[in-house]
């Protein structure tokens, strides 16, 4: 199965307490993926930061924010599923505020997932890895998005880290405020890799390459509002973006 994901985005990253990480994968990823799903949204990933071994990152997806509204309330407000692991979930957690709502960057941009989703026995960690670069800008996003395509891409590409999705923040209203959204502005660049040698090769040669360090990114750099952000994202047994 091939299939386009839903426009709207969230990236969210959470903080947990130590050594809980484990203990919330294994429920969410039991417990509230299919259930979340039952009410109107898609579950795009769910992942372990490898330089943080305290961070969750997940993403979820929504048609349009109408429906983002009413899903979020369903699940949130009047669903059984999460008034009954709520309890559970929140033990393992310091702070889940840290969420970007995102759109593609432009019109095919946008995720496109091939495979299904292993079911609730799977337990293989895949190989894969995705690597997650958060660049804080200005508006107009467009005119940055026009910058990374005509110079940042190629130079991922021959590093071997072609972008599998992009995304900028959706300056919509957030339809449901009981979870706040960042109010920044940010282009989001993913990549995905067959293993973590094939993502540190890229990340090595792109710092070894001279067009990246001496034009590149110091033109990179005066586009920015704030230290870009990397995440080193490792998917879960049940993640379907892997």
Known sequence: MTENIWPIVELRQYTLHPGTRDVLIELFDRELVETQEAVGMRIVAQFRDESDPDRFVWMRAFPDFGTRG??????????????????AARATMVDTDNALLLQPASADSGFVVSGERPGHDATELPESRVLATIYHIDPPTAEFA??????VRPLFERTGAAPIGCYVTDPSPNTFTPLPVRAETVFVCFALFENAAQRRAHLDRLA???TWTEQVLPELSKRLSAPTEQLLLAPTARSMLR
Do not use: C, N
């Open 208 to 210: 070894a390459d001279s």
């Open 146 to 151: 026009e910058f990374f395509d005509s110079r």
């Open 70 to 87: 009413d899903a979020l309330t369903a699940f949130y407000i009047d669903g059984e599923v999460w008034r009954t692991h709520a309890p």
